[in-house]
């Protein structure tokens, strides 16, 4: 297949503008601006093409977000037709539009029926920070404002704003903008560098009852919830064991904490369940989205309510004192709507968990099980992680397992395949829609890129 473009300017040209304007997203801008941003133009399906012709395979859905691929004509549709129609409209003045309303109503029709309100926003982030002043208001509405302490994980990821940053638990984002008060942190689920002599379900129990000594520390009269993703993706696609997530809940439950779910990544599909949290068997109270709400062909995010926080907010809270310019935007949810009836239509959701997730980690099995860098590997549905490690038996880390990783992401696009590393951890997560030959591609030239790694170490 040859590029479908016709670059209007040299790569060159792209990459000194790029540089003369633009800061990065967690990476050294210096030592991209001499190295020179990769300029990416088109894409179709699962495949990506830069502006000097090379074809990538996109093995993280952009960032974990084209769950329907690239170029969907039924998304760029809605979206031509409500910018034709009403490009813009807000939810302030007391106005809303249909818009919105039908997403809402589609949404609610696919999410568990114990959740009833929705607050959208413009990103993941932005809906986590919606989150935090959301929740502490319920606790205000009910007669405890003490009540306003977060909980979250070392390790885990929730924005870069500064308020998800600090509910989040990656110390040199931290170290950037600062800690704020009222958060708090755990351990993370992370079995592999932690379990010990331990069973997988006897670590899962050790770490959820980190948030029962974190509750009791800090007293239970002042902690508003506990907020996790059901699996971390940022921090490396970590799958807690099976006895986590029940113990969590429990926890909560006794100490009435707030259960809320980031289902960012997770949420949509992915895991072959609609939501992350439904393959996990718990039952959050609030639900935060993004990215696959859209397939990411235009921002947009929201915050989920059980119908216990909304009554709440509703019959008892007054002015809501929140608002956002975008919330809701009509062209968003027109995208949104096309997206949700997609997946739900063409049946993907179930594909992914009984076709094309079997298939790739059956892949995967086949491919790395006995490979001599990988000491695990972790997923369900269309996501996996390949944990790097010096020796299996043991589940001894490299040292420098971070700089191998990175190494072997590079080998993956000079392979033509985008994968991640995120400390010891190799992670992919391919588009929904991806057919047995676009897992094949992907797992092949994965184990190029690892293989070239080994090789370098002198393992193969």
Not at 153 to 172: D, E, I, K, V
Not at 237 to 252: D, G, V
């Amino acid at each position: 297949m040859t590029a479908p473009i016709n670059p209007q300017r040299t790569t060159e040209d792209y990459q000194a503008l790029d540089a003369a304007h633009h800061i990065h997203a967690f990476v050294d801008q210096k030592a991209l601006n001499e190295e020179g941003a990769r300029v990416m133009v088109k894409g179709e399906g699962l495949s990506l093409w830069d502006n000097d012709g090379k074809r990538y395979l996109d093995g993280m859905s952009g960032l974990w977000c084209t769950n329907l691929g690239y170029g969907r004509k039924d998304l760029a549709a809605a979206a031509t037709r409500q910018l034709e129609q009403l490009p813009y409209y807000n939810m302030f003045f007391h106005t809303t539009h249909p818009a919105v309303i039908e997403l809402s109503e589609l949404l609610f029709s696919l999410l568990p029926s114990h959740y009833s309100h929705a607050i959208y926003t413009n990103s993941g982030s932005e809906g986590n920070e919606v989150l935090i002043r959301t929740v502490r208001r319920y606790w205000q509405v009910l007669g405890k404002p003490q009540k306003k302490i977060m909980i979250g994980r070392w390790n885990g990821y929730h924005g870069s704003t500064l308020a998800s940053t600090a509910l989040g638990g990656m110390g040199f984002m931290h170290e950037m903008g600062g800690m704020l008060p009222d958060f708090a942190h755990i351990g993370e689920p992370y079995y592999f560098a932690d379990g010990g002599d331990m069973t997988p379900a006897e670590f899962g129990l050790k770490s959820a009852r980190e948030l029962e000594s974190k509750i009791l520390e800090l007293g239970a009269e002042n902690v508003a919830a506990f907020v996790a993703e059901p699996f971390q993706g940022a921090g490396g696609m970590i799958f807690p064991p099976e006895s986590y997530w029940p113990e969590i809940q429990r926890i909560c439950r006794k100490y009435d904490v707030l259960l809320c779910a980031d289902e960012v990544i997770g949420g949509f599909g992915r895991t072959g369940e609609w939501f992350a949290h439904q393959h996990f068997g718990f039952e959050p109270d609030t639900l935060t989205i993004a990215k696959g709400l859209t397939s990411g062909y235009i921002p947009m995010g929201g915050l989920i309510l059980s119908k216990r926080m909304a009554e709440v907010l509703v019959e008892q809270g007054g002015v809501f004192a929140h608002g956002l310019t975008y919330s809701g935007h009509p062209v968003a949810a027109a995208v949104a709507i096309a997206n949700l009836k997609a997946i739900r239509d063409e049946q993907i959701v179930t594909q992914v968990k009984n076709d094309t997730g079997p298939y790739l980690h059956k892949a995967l099995q086949e491919n790395f099980a006995n490979h001599p860098l990988i000491g695990e590997i972790q997923g369900t549905g269309l996501v996996a992680a390949l944990q790097f490690s010096e020796d299996k038996a043991s589940r001894k880390r490299f040292a420098n397992e971070g700089d191998l990783t990175w190494k072997c992401r590079t080998y993956g696009f000079e392979e033509g395949v985008i994968i991640r590393s995120t400390l010891g951890r190799m992670i992919m997560a391919p588009a929904l829609v991806a057919n047995h030959a676009d897992i094949d591609e992907l797992v092949e030239k994965t184990r190029r890129a690892v293989d070239r790694t080994a090789r370098d170490l002198g393992l193969l």
